[in-house]
């Protein structure tokens, strides 16, 4: 995810997930994320969102949020990726735009 737009349904992307030691593709990884605000809060609607497998690709995991989420134009938030069951955590900064 680069940019979280605002009023838009925004996709959350973790493409080609591989074990780095095999260079195998991973594909039974149960993934989520949350968006957190500056502070460190989760933003309401878009917490333990799932990021499930997309079978059509070799190892992408999508999850999306609504545009009912309220983001705020040039606020940062933090965007949390983890894996229950890989041992897997990622954290992503973004500002909030308005898409002109």
Known sequence: MSVPYIDNDND???????LAKTRAHITDAVIIFTVNDSQGNPVAGATAVSMPYTATTAS???GTYLETVVLVAGDKYEVVITST?????WQHPATAKIRR
């Open 85 to 89: 069951n890989k041992g897997i955590k």
């Open 60 to 62: 992408e995991y999508r």
């Open 12 to 18: 959350i992307t973790l493409p080609t997930l591989i």
